[in-house]
């Protein structure tokens, strides 16, 4: 996503550090963030789980939340 000089869509996702992902549903809900290095696999198995119905977990960043 390429954000505003004035950085309003990290302001309004929370953003505290980089770098930082989330995870958007269809509804445009965040499930799932984390700051951090993550490995490919942990953001591959948070999409497989939100595609089967469960959470997404992000733990494999530096920090995570829900």
């Known amino acids: ?3 505003s000089a004035q ?3 990290a302001a309004a996702y929370g953003l ?3 770098p930082y992902f989330l995870l958007v549903d ?3 809900k965040v499930v799932a963030r984390a700051e ?3 490995d490919d696999s ?3 198995a948070a999409v497989k ?3 089967a119905g469960k959470s997404a977990d992000l733990s494999g960043g530096a920090s995570s939340s829900k």
């Open 1 to 3: 996503m390429v954000d």
């Open 49 to 51: 789980a939100l595609a």
């Open 7 to 9: 950085s309003t869509a």
């Open 42 to 44: 942990d953001i591959i």
């Open 16 to 18: 505290t550090g980089y």
């Open 26 to 28: 269809a509804q445009g």
């Open 36 to 38: 951090g290095e993550l």
